[in-house]
């Protein structure tokens, strides 16, 4: 994988920041990071006739970032009313020093917000990384500091990380500051990424402030995004290809009243070009054929084990709870095949110890693809405990199972028995549909029947089924009513798009001409 971008804790930006205040001239992080706000500041948010600004400073030294903003911007010729909450006897010495400067450029400071002014936009430097909202809750004035910021409905600017917001976890227990812009510093935070981070983060940029992070601190966790995709996809098919090149996907589900989502995931699968799609449907009397997709080849359950040529399973997707789904399940687990385990199957395992423990001591790849409330009930804990330690839940799926996850949710995150993490950067609410769950099980299956490794068919699902919803974003204009069956053909479109590019010309087919 070529240079994906790194995540780091709090903990690991802290050992960051020490390693650099230890080099022979350490770099003044504060300046460089106001510095770096302000020029955002500037060149995204304001102009000629949008001149004023709102200079919230924090107590620590998201504060001290926070004055140096305002000192610049003032300098540039903006008019700036910094209000400043905390205590200048209590700030570190780079922080007073920052208070020092703007209060000797001639600035001015506030208690509260003025009830007379007038602001085109906002600077939040109240609190950064440091804070921990869910062990040490907001008190009520800094809740109706951002309650009143956000009643303003401004363009913001977040200083590291929305006031509020938890930058390991993603939570934001009472309120936060809902930024347009999170200017980031040294290096993505997991909370802009995931949970409420999505609602809170705004548009995200990084300013590393001249530091090489990786080469200091060697990241576990990275931002899946396009150009980290882009190195995942397959290599485009070669002119004399049969269908066995591409794989065989077998699909294990469809109970009474859930074919649908057997049907689903098979669509998905064949769409996302599996050579061949075999699907085992468990519902009474099942249809022998689909007049929707003919292509798929509905079988005897049975019948899927006894094929020689499939390249994964997929078990889950309308699988039921009966005894003949338990049966299916066990059956599976002992195949040496790659598995891709969805709903049901997931709630099998978590109520059966002997399908737990099988999971466990397989040797072939295992992909998991939980929601929350799915992954509580595999980890024995409650949907907020998941929600609230999402990256935690991910790490303990993966390795307490020993098997690839997904954590579904707003920020999905892919994590690996070797403790490596991804945080998906695609995705909208339209997703929050039924079926959309069944598609990405059988968009993974497809990548896993065409050679890719397990990793990288999880990745690339992931990123590609949230990306085929944010191009239907556009096309629907908004998510509500966005289908799963919508996201299948969008997924087909893009993945094309990706391998081939976006102005294609094929010559699949002989070309000749007789004069």
């Known amino acids: 994988m070529n240079n994906p971008i790194p995540l780091y804790s709090t903990a690991d930006i802290r050992e960051i920041e020490q390693l650099a205040a230890a080099r022979p001239n350490p770099p003044n992080l504060m300046e460089k990071a106001g510095l770096a706000a302000a020029h955002i500041t500037k060149n995204k948010l ?61 600035g001015e400071l506030h208690n509260d917000i003025p009830s007379s002014g007038s602001w085109h936009v906002i600077i939040d430097g109240l609190f950064g990384i440091g804070l921990n909202p869910d062990k040490y809750p907001l ?62 983060a705004g548009e995200i940029i990084l300013c590393d402030l001249d530091l090489d992070a990786v080469s200091m601190k060697s990241p576990q966790s990275w931002l899946l995004d396009h150009s980290l995709i882009k190195t995942l996809l397959p290599a485009p098919r070669p002119a004399n290809s049969h269908k066995g090149i591409f794989g065989s996907v077998g699909i294990i589900g469809g109970a009474s009243g859930m ?34 997709q003919p292509e798929l080849m509905l079988r005897p359950v049975d019948e899927l084990f006894e094929l020689d040529h499939l390249n994964c399973l997929i078990v889950g997707p309308g699988l039921g709870k009966e005894i003949s789904a338990c049966l299916c399940l ?53 949907i907020a405990t998941v929600q609230n330690h999402r990256i935690q839940a991910a790490e303990d799926l993966a390795r ?34 039924a079926g959309t769950g069944d598609v990405l099980s059988g968009m993974t299956g497809a990548l896993l029947a065409q050679g890719l490794t397990s ?33 299948i053909d969008s997924a087909r479109h893009l993945l094309n798009q990706w391998v081939y590019g976006p102005h294609a010309r094929f010559r699949y087919s002989h070309a000749y001409s007789i004069y």
């Open 400 to 433: 307490n199972f020993n098997c690839l996850v997904v954590l579904k949710g707003a920020g999905s995150i892919c994590a690996f028995p070797n403790g490596h993490c991804y945080f998906n950067a695609s995705g909208n609410p339209g997703l929050s549909s």
């Open 455 to 487: 990793e990288n068919a999880l990745l690339l699902a992931v990123y590609l089924h949230g990306a085929a919803a944010d191009a239907l974003l556009e096309t629907l204009a908004g998510p509500i009513g966005m289908t799963a069956s919508e996201i």
């Open 139 to 200: 008190d009520e004035k800094y809740q109706r500091l951002i309650a009143a910021v956000n009643h303003m409905n401004l363009p913001v600017l977040a200083l590291d990380i929305p006031s509020g917001l938890s930058a390991d976890n993603g939570i934001a227990p009472s309120t936060a500051i809902k930024a347009t812009i999170t200017a980031t510093f040294i290096g993505l935070k997991p909370g802009l990424l995931t949970h409420d981070g999505c609602e809170y």
């Open 330 to 382: 066990e059956k599976t687990l002992q195949t040496s095949l790659p598995v891709v385990l969805d709903a049901d199957a997931l709630n099998l395992i978590a109520h059966h110890s002997e399908l737990a423990s099988a999971l466990r001591s397989r040797h072939a790849p295992s992909l998991l693809t939980p929601h929350a409330a799915e992954a509580a009930r595999l980890l024995g804990t409650d």
């Open 46 to 106: 304001l102009s000629n006739d949008k001149n004023n600004l709102l200079v919230l400073a924090g107590p620590g030294n998201n504060g001290g970032d926070a004055f140096v903003t305002a000192r610049y911007l003032r300098a540039w010729g903006f008019q700036v009313t910094t209000i400043f909450t905390g205590d200048p006897s209590k700030l570190s010495q780079d922080a007073k020093q920052a208070l020092q400067n703007w209060l000797n450029a001639g």
């Open 259 to 292: 074919v649908g989502a057997a049907l689903l995931a098979g669509s998905a699968a064949l769409k996302l070009g599996a050579g061949r799609v075999y699907l085992g449907l468990l519902a009474n009397q099942p249809s022998t054929v689909d007049p929707a």
